[in-house]
């Protein structure tokens, strides 16, 4: 019988496969079940969730579908602040500004705010009493979430960012450059790695490691990303500040994923980095009075 954390990763790897729940009621949601080719339908009740597939229906427990639509839900409500900066920025593009909490236009400026981004007009909204400040000549979001889940979706299936460029220019003429994508997949992890390190991921032995360059307020940082192949789920993923990628730094997502799924991998997978090479061996050695062989390094170099 499984745990109730094995109940979540298996939600949360059911999402991260790309299966969305489907909503068909206002609290009811139609989830492809994992083993048969057929659907289960998840229920919010009142104070309880239900679901129709048999891990419900004789233990009465939060099956991993429930799992899934919950985790669903809350990526969901995330992507809706994103559509909601959206309007605010949509507005300004159009000279009109918005409150960013009611959407009232009926505004009284306050002065200015300097700080290091620029200089930024404070505004009263008369209608709902809020503050809020926009900055001069700000740059709008002109993405819809549905473009930010598909870029997502092919970063987590292992496209680069400049693939992820080309894909959404060719198939949906949307033109994003490659820092909106690390932006939204920086506020994407971040939402994932608070979630994962709840858990204890029941993960193979084969890990993908990868990083991507960062450009934040003009600084360049490193985004490592450590993912399980076999369920796709984000193992670790972390931020380091600066150029630096040397071996120390490369070793920290490492020790970050030894801490969360208590394993060593027999394989990892990375590009080609120079510095994976020491931080695996450093990081996952071999311990011959106990039958552990070392960690494989696979180095993929993209062509
Ligand atoms: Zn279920
Ligand atoms: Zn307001």
């Given at each position: 019988?499984?745990?109730?954390?094995?109940?979540?990763i298996?939600g949360?790897?059911?999402i991260a496969?790309?299966?969305d729940?489907?909503?068909?009621?206002?609290?009811?949601f139609?989830?492809?079940s994992q083993?048969?080719?057929?659907?289960y339908?998840v229920?919010k009740g009142?104070k309880?969730?239900?679901?129709?597939?048999?891990?419900y229906?004789?233990?009465k427990?939060?099956?991993?579908?429930?799992?899934?639509?919950k985790?669903?839900?809350?990526l969901k409500?995330?992507?809706?602040?994103e559509t909601?900066e959206r309007i605010?920025?949509?507005a300004q593009?159009?000279?009109?500004?918005?409150?960013?909490?009611c959407?009232s236009?009926?505004?009284i400026?306050?002065?200015?705010?300097?700080n290091?981004?620029?200089?930024?007009?404070i505004?009263?909204?008369?209608?709902c009493n809020?503050?809020?400040s926009v900055?001069?000549?700000?740059?709008?979001?002109?993405?819809?979430?549905?473009i930010?889940?598909l870029?997502?979706?092919?970063y987590?299936?292992?496209?680069?960012?400049n693939a992820?460029?080309?894909h959404?220019?060719?198939?949906?003429?949307?033109?994003?450059?490659?820092?909106t994508i690390?932006?939204?997949i920086?506020?994407?992890?971040?939402?994932?790695?608070?979630?994962?390190?709840?858990?204890?991921?029941?993960?193979s032995?084969?890990?993908?490691?990868d990083?991507?360059?960062l450009?934040?307020?003009?600084?360049w940082?490193?985004?490592?990303?450590?993912?399980?192949?076999?369920?796709?789920?984000l193992i670790?993923?972390?931020i380091?500040?600066g150029?630096?990628?040397?071996?120390?730094?490369a070793r920290?997502?490492?020790?970050?994923?030894k801490?969360i799924t208590?394993r060593?991998p027999?394989?990892i997978?990375?590009?080609?980095?120079?510095?994976?090479?020491?931080a695996?061996k450093?990081?996952?050695?071999?311990?011959?009075k106990y039958?552990i062989?070392?960690?494989?390094?696979?180095?993929e170099?993209?062509i």
């Amino acid at each position: 019988m499984l745990t109730t954390n094995e109940r979540m990763i298996r939600g949360y790897a059911i999402i991260a496969k790309g299966d969305d729940p489907i909503q068909i009621g206002e609290n009811k949601f139609k989830i492809p079940s994992q083993s048969h080719d057929e659907y289960y339908i998840v229920t919010k009740g009142y104070k309880v969730w239900t679901c129709t597939c048999p891990d419900y229906k004789y233990r009465k427990v939060e099956c991993k579908h429930i799992n899934a639509v919950k985790f669903w839900l809350k990526l969901k409500d995330k992507l809706k602040e994103e559509t909601k900066e959206r309007i605010v920025f949509k507005a300004q593009e159009n000279g009109v500004i918005t409150c960013p909490y009611c959407f009232s236009t009926d505004l009284i400026k306050k002065g200015f705010r300097k700080n290091k981004s620029g200089k930024k007009r404070i505004y009263l909204c008369k209608t709902c009493n809020k503050k809020f400040s926009v900055s001069e000549g700000f740059k709008h979001m002109k993405n819809d979430p549905k473009i930010i889940t598909l870029a997502l979706d092919l970063y987590f299936k292992g496209l680069s960012q400049n693939a992820i460029v080309d894909h959404l220019k060719q198939f949906y003429d949307v033109k994003v450059n490659q820092s909106t994508i690390s932006r939204w997949i920086t506020k994407y992890v971040k939402i994932i790695s608070n979630y994962v390190r709840t858990l204890t991921p029941d993960v193979s032995g084969m890990w993908a490691v990868d990083e991507m360059a960062l450009k934040c307020n003009g600084e360049w940082n490193w985004l490592w990303n450590l993912i399980d192949t076999e369920s796709r789920f984000l193992i670790s993923s972390m931020i380091s500040q600066g150029k630096v990628r040397d071996v120390e730094t490369a070793r920290k997502p490492f020790k970050e994923a030894k801490k969360i799924t208590k394993r060593k991998p027999d394989i990892i997978i990375s590009d080609g980095l120079p510095a994976y090479e020491k931080a695996i061996k450093k990081e996952f050695q071999a311990n011959k009075k106990y039958g552990i062989s070392r960690t494989l390094h696979i180095r993929e170099i993209a062509i």
